[in-house]
């Protein structure tokens, strides 16, 4: 059992790796009170993807994707760095948004923790 | 609600780990994400585009408009924030 | 010719309309809702014409840069996105008209100019991603329109609107980041991210669980998005709490375009043999629909706000589109793709005039309305239309979609369902009846006598567009033939081989 | 014979074209109410005029416009049609002056909705009767359903809203039965539309059959069936003039007819008589006839106890279409507009009772009859009717339900009617011996209703007589040629 499933793990450590920190990352984002924290844990989720897509572009061998004069050289999958650019900006913009409705918060309500956001809201 | 937090979480865990079960091995030349679109940008990139660089050949030529769709992403954040937090001024 | 530009100046329009409104409004603050308006007209006018040649010459690709797909991005636009952008931007027009009115007396004079240019880029997004037939680039425009959306939320007047904003951004959040984990695996399976593409690629892939769990991350991240029952919370504070014109935009316009992406991933990417046969998730899914038709509608009585009993009966009523899609049965889809129609106009009509009554007299309680049919007749004549749509009663829009679906559910041998459907509208009679009762046969009583007496129908700017809603919530019922002719070809393309 | 008209189509039309009328000219009394008279005449008369067609023997026919294959707008004026049509049609026309009459000296406020909503439900009424297909009737039943809430809520009191609900919650839970019906016929037969003899003959098990016919009779709770039948004693709070058309003629008389045209026309004779749902539905009918007017005895409210003899009145419509026999159905298809002239009498006089001296109840009308002597007299002659009594109409629907009993060999419901009409006896002629023979306890100055009251139920009074002495215009002329297409004894 082990011996099948070994290979396997290691063959792929890389998503698995990804899958862990994307856990730990909705766990945050779920479980933690505080809107920064969760605004964290929603960074960590988002650069979990990341990971899990730009190993996927990784051949063995490659080099970065930028031509070289040598004609034998092999090149890793451009694509996924593309998607990833775009998801970079866009999970920035995300947090972006993200913080300075926390700020808002914090103005309005004098705390940025979940559970005393719902009983100051339940109070009124 | 952490109980209930590290449940779901871990149920879309399991879901993951079986996900990645059928994936390509890491590095795999074989893999059919590296063998069919972008095979033409890694060959082609250069002819198409004038590029050196393929992932910006992509991210400016091939999928530039993916990069439009990313440049009003920053936009839209913008005016967002400008929305949420400035006070006074002319917007 | 600029007419084989058109499916991408839809989408590009009101992005340029967003930079001159941004411009304008710096200049001139007064120069933003003229600019807005002209832009989703237009708008409109193209996407009609895009229609009706989409119906003449069949599906229409445009290949952005030229580049063929898989390797640039393809615009494809047949009978399905042809009809939802015509009924999404025919809402844009009448919301746009609608906001003048409404979002001036709602936010401040000074944040107008950002108004109109964050609804230009949320209708930026939404046309985005009814056009696109590249899947990454749709989730670059779902991001567009969340964050817009988001942005819109918290413009409400209370401050609960920040902290129902901030919740929809975490979910909104949350989904989009599944949604991407789902394009990530299909791309790693299959090496693309055009739909037509992955159509022809996946299914010799059916039995790998990469492509199985890709299927459910895109069910997971587009339940959240349209607001499928357990994944619900987030959706009666942020209707609640948001501008009227931002309440009508998110429960016509940014809730059918969720369910508008789930339609194509599912009939589109993965196909109905996938969704039918390969894995049994449909029945899941209509077992999910028929319980947030039953508790939606179950909620929505218990409200006594009257936004956020609408908002309920939203996440009763998009069970509807959910059920028909989920019977996968020719009638059913049918219905369901009708409803996108009908419950964008009925809801629209409904949360247009929760936010008249807010306009003309600040009244957000059911139990405030009392009498209020005398001093606002035409209004609440509206009301009365457009919830005699929504429990259902012919000849109104909202029968027909009904009808299709549990003629569907019957014809696929799904006796419970057509009971859901029935067990329903009496639900929704219940709460509907309630506030009718509320504004015609009670008396305004001593609390209410000087709000309900002051009130007016709201000036022509809002009403207008409420009126244009109603007669549309008779017409469509009676002239159902009209958007049947739309979908029919797409249903019987879609489903024809099953 | 279908004949392209679109006269019941305008007979529908002309008092949704005066509710828009009333509701334009709401802040002029005159010209609103006699925007309701110039329209209960204009309906008459379009009625009427189909009536040389009808017994030539053609079907004035029209189809509006086609929502799906299957599945349209479309009426018919048969003559089982202009049965209910003509009734109501008619006695609007009393009412509306009644109505103006009692209004009037009743002080009654939010008048234009009032008006408003009676027209839409005479409207509704004529579209039931016109309609050539399940969907047009439903829908008009639905439209009928909600038109008539406001009238009962009409006095906005804590107790009428409460009928109110109580009526919504009977009719539209009802609603929901006949929707699932319609759909359920649609999707067995690809098709609404009725034609005598049935449609559903061979699409589907008897079991499915016998659901689908259980949906339907509950589907059609406006006919007051027992125990869907608590609705109807509330919604006596509503205005005099409502309970007097509406919930004596046209509501309820739109359930018996809906029942009716479903068993001949959508299940047809053959189907429900081979599936024993005629004995059924009789059943039903018997037990609401004696149950009812039971009830009936035990009311002191007038109103009420005039409603519980309308349930019991009513399911004699049922048990002559249950018996499936040629006299059993011309005794229920006579008895839409019978009934409905004699019980409108009894209404209009109570109605002139309450408006005139303020009392609701049985035990305080005391000497009523000597202060009121023709609305008393009327009243009586419409309480005579209703028992089977000459020289009253009403003896006439008793004749052809026995004979129909007789002919379908179900001597048991001769017992039924039998006994019903004892009960009739019994509830009734405690109100006319109170009236006449006992002396008031205290002498008031009541005198007889204004004119505009009094002339109606007068005249509903003389023409329950008349209906005995000469039937055959027009009412059984009408029956016996629906009976004949029912039964298909001759080609339609």
């Known amino acids: 059992m082990i011996e099948t499933l070994l290979p396997g793990l290691f063959l792929r450590y890389n998503y698995y790796m990804a899958v862990i920190i994307m856990l730990i990352g909705l766990y945050a984002m779920i479980a933690k009170g505080n809107l920064i924290k969760k605004i964290i844990g929603l960074n960590i989720f988002q650069t979990a993807i990341f990971l899990f897509y730009i190993s996927s572009s990784d051949i063995i061998g490659g080099t970065a994707p930028i031509l070289t004069s040598d004609p034998a050289s092999v090149y890793v999958n451009p694509l996924p760095h593309v998607l990833i650019l775009t998801a970079i900006v866009v999970a920035v913009s995300t947090t972006a948004v993200g913080l300075a409705l926390v700020i808002r918060i914090y103005e309005a309500y004098g705390t940025i923790e979940e559970d005393e956001l719902i009983a100051m809201e339940a109070k009124e | 609600m952490k109980i209930w937090a590290l449940v779901s979480v871990l149920l879309i865990g399991v879901l993951l780990l079986w996900a990645e079960g059928d994936i390509p091995a890491f590095g795999d030349p074989m893999a059919p994400s590296y063998n069919y679109v972008a095979d033409r940008y890694i060959s082609d990139a250069h002819n198409d585009t004038a590029t050196k660089n393929m992932v910006t050949a992509i991210l400016a030529d091939y999928r530039g408009y993916d990069t439009l769709g990313e440049l009003t992403v920053i936009f839209t954040a913008g005016v967002a924030v400008l929305l949420l937090l400035r006070r006074g001024g002319r917007l | 010719m600029i007419i084989d530009h058109f499916p991408v100046l839809v989408v590009v329009l009101p992005l340029v309309g967003a930079f001159v409104t941004l411009l304008a409004g710096w ?73 003048y009115r409404s979002i001036h007396s709602e936010i401040d004079e000074k944040k107008i100019p950002a108004f109109y240019t964050v609804f230009l880029l949320l209708v930026t997004g939404v046309c985005g991603i009814a056009v696109t037939g590249d899947l990454f680039n749709l989730y670059v425009f779902l991001e567009i329109s969340s964050l817009a959306a988001y942005a819109l939320v918290a413009l409400g007047r209370e401050k609960r609107s920040l902290v129902s904003s901030f919740t929809y951004l975490v979910m909104g959040s949350v989904s989009a980041c599944f949604i991407l984990l789902g394009i990530g695996h299909l791309y790693i399976a299959t090496g693309t991210l055009n739909m037509a593409d992955l159509a022809r690629l996946l299914p010799p892939l059916y039995g790998s669980t990469v492509i199985q769990s890709a299927f459910i991350f895109f069910i997971i991240g587009l339940s959240i998005k349209t ?139 059911i139990d405030d309305l009392r009498g209020i049919a005398r001093t606002m007749p035409l209004t609440a004549a509206a009301f009365v239309i457009a919830a005699a749509s929504m429990i259902g009663i012919p000849p109104t829009a909202g029968f027909m979609s009904k009808w299709f679906i549990a003629l569907g559910a019957l014809e696929s041998g799904q006796w419970i ?61 009676i002239f159902v033939s009209i958007p049947l002719e739309v979908i029919e070809p797409f249903v019987t393309g879609i489903l024809g081989g099953i | 014979m279908d004949q392209i008209s679109f006269v019941p189509v305008l007979a529908i039309c002309i008092p949704a074209v005066a509710a828009v009328l009333i509701l334009i000219f709401r802040n002029h009394p005159m010209i609103r109410e006699s925007w309701t008279i110039l329209a209960s005449f204009a309906t008459l008369a379009c009625v009427l005029s189909m009536l040389p067609l009808v017994f030539s023997g053609a079907e004035p026919y029209a189809a509006l416009f086609q929502i799906l294959p299957g599945l349209s707008i479309s009426f018919r004026a048969d003559a089982f049609a202009l049965i209910f049509a003509l009734t109501s049609s008619s006695l609007w026309v009393l009412n509306s002056f009644y109505s103006i009459g009692y209004m009037q000296a009743h002080h009654g406020k939010n008048l234009t909705r009032y008006f408003f909503c009676f027209s839409v439900a005479i409207s509704a009424a004529l579209g039931v009767a016109f309609s050539a297909d399940l969907l047009t009737m439903f829908i008009f039943y639905e439209i009928l359903t909600l038109s008539t809430y406001p009238l009962v809520v009409h006095a906005e009191s804590e107790e009428a ?58 589907g059609f709770a406006k006919a007051a069936w027992i125990p869907l039948h608590s609705w109807l004693p509330s919604a006596m709070v509503a205005p005099t003039p409502v309970s007097a058309l509406l919930h004596a003629v046209a509501v309820v008389k739109a359930g018996v007819f809906g029942i009716a045209r479903v068993v001949f026309y959508i299940f047809g004779i053959d189907m429900v008589s081979a599936l024993g749902l005629g004995l059924l539905l009789a059943s039903i009918a018997s037990f609401t006839i004696i149950v009812a007017s039971m009830m009936a005895l035990t009311q002191d409210n007038l109103k009420k106890r005039l409603a519980y003899s309308t349930i019991s009145q009513l399911s004699y419509i049922l048990l002559g279409v249950a018996l499936l026999t040629p006299s059993g159905i011309i005794a229920a298809l006579i008895h839409i507009p019978f009934h409905a002239f004699m019980k409108i009498t009894l209404f209009f006089s109570a109605g002139a009772i309450i408006v005139m001296t303020g009392i609701e109840n049985i035990s305080e009308m005391k000497g009523i009859g000597r202060k009121m002597p023709i609305t008393m007299l009327m009243f009586a002659i419409g309480a005579i009717g209703i028992c089977g009594l000459p020289p009253v109409c009403g003896i006439i629907t008793k004749w052809y339900l026995a004979l129909g009993a007789i002919e379908a060999g179900q001597l048991i419901f001769l017992v039924v009617i039998l006994s019903s009409s004892i009960l009739n006896v019994l509830y009734f002629f405690p109100i006319i011996s109170t009236a006449f023979f006992e002396k008031p306890d205290v002498d008031t100055g009541v005198h007889e209703a204004p004119l505009f009251m009094l002339i109606p139920l007068t005249i509903t009074g003389i023409c329950s007589v008349l209906l005995f002495l000469f039937p055959d215009w027009p009412f059984l002329t009408l029956v016996t040629i629906a009976e004949a297409i029912i039964t298909g004894s001759v080609l339609p």
């Open chain 3, 227 to 365: 607001a499928l029952f357990p994944l619900h919370l987030w959706l009666p504070d942020a209707y609640r709490y948001s501008p009227s014109a931002v309440t009508v935009l998110l429960a016509s316009v940014v809730s059918k375009i969720g369910v508008y992406a789930l339609i194509r991933i599912l009939f589109s990417v993965f196909t109905p043999a996938f969704i039918i046969i390969e894995i049994p998730v449909m029945e899941v899914f209509c077992w999910l629909a028929a319980v947030a038709i039953i508790g939606g509608s179950v909620l929505a009585i218990a409200q006594t706000d009257l936004k956020r009993m609408l908002a309920y009966s939203s996440v009763s009523q998009m069970g509807y589109i959910l059920l028909g899609i989920g019977i996968a049965d020719n009638l059913a889809v049918t219905g369901g793709i009708l409803q996108i129609l009908n419950h964008a106009v009925m809801k629209g009509c409904l949360f247009m005039i929760a936010g008249a009554f807010i306009y003309t007299s600040g009244i957000r309680s």
């Open chain 3, 417 to 477: 369902f057509v009971l859901v459907i029935l067990a329903s509208s009496l639900l929704t009679a219940i709460y509907f009846w309630k506030v009718i009762e509320y504004m015609y046969f009670r008396d305004p009583g001593t609390r209410c006598a000087e709000v309900v007496s002051t009130a007016r129908d709201p000036p022509a700017g809002m009403l207008v567009p409420i009126l244009i809603l109603a007669a549309a919530c008779v017409l469509f019922g």
């Open chain 3, 27 to 99: 200049a001139d603050r007064r120069l933003c809702f003229p600019i807005a308006m002209a832009t989703t007209f237009i708008q409109f006018c193209i996407s009609l014409q895009i229609l009706s040649r989409v119906m003449q010459t069949g599906p229409l690709h445009y290949n952005l840069g030229n580049w063929l797909p898989p390797w640039g991005i393809e615009y494809v636009i047949d009978q399905l996105n042809g009809f939802v952008l015509v009924v999404i931007l025919f809402l844009c027009v009448l919301t746009c008209l609608y906001s």
């Open chain 4, 161 to 218: 809203r409460m009928a109110g609900r109580k009526y919504l919650a009977y009719l539209l839970t009802a609603g929901i039965f006949f929707l699932f019906s319609v759909l359920l016929t649609y999707f067995l037969t690809g098709g609404t539309a009725f034609a005598p003899g049935g449609i559903l003959t061979g699409q589907g098990s008897a079991l499915l059959m016998m659901i689908l016919f259980i949906t339907f009779l509950i």
